[in-house]
């Protein structure tokens, strides 16, 4: 049975850090991404992590969250720096046997499975 379980979220002042977590069991990825969600609006893509290591990000992401993976945790991480109040969110981390491009690790539609979400709160 395929699981992944996200941890790591929670209540941090603007300019603070948090590092997310997603542990992957039952499962061997090619590709892994974080989406976020705020309530009335779609997945939005953060940043994923596809092959031996190429990364991609959101604009809003860039230079300021960074996606890695410890394949001996068969574990993916998001830690995220200089948080804003609008980076609250619930976010997913999601998890690919299949996707192996650019393109398609940056889509909700290049993940088979997903994590329960956590939340994110960036305080002003």
């Known amino acids: 049975q395929v699981q992944l379980v996200e941890s790591g979220g929670g209540l941090v002042q603007a300019g603070g850090s948090l590092r997310l977590s997603c542990a992957a069991s039952?499962?061997?990825?090619?590709?892994a991404g974080w989406f976020r969600q705020t309530p009335g609006n779609e997945r939005e893509f953060v940043g994923c992590?596809?092959?031996?290591?190429?990364?991609y990000y959101a604009d809003s992401a860039e230079g300021r969250f960074t996606v890695s993976r410890d394949n001996a945790k068969n574990t993916v991480y998001l830690q995220m720096n200089s948080l804003k109040p609008e980076d609250t969110a619930v976010y997913y981390c999601?998890?690919?046997?299949?996707?192996?491009?650019?393109?398609?690790?940056?889509?909700?539609?290049?993940?088979?499975?997903w994590g329960q979400g956590t939340q994110v709160t960036v305080s002003s």
């Open positions: 992590i596809v092959g031996n290591g190429r990364l």
């Open positions: 039952g499962l061997t990825f090619s590709a």
């Open positions: 999601a998890a690919s046997p299949f996707t192996t491009s650019g393109h398609r690790c940056s889509t909700p539609r290049g993940y088979e499975y």
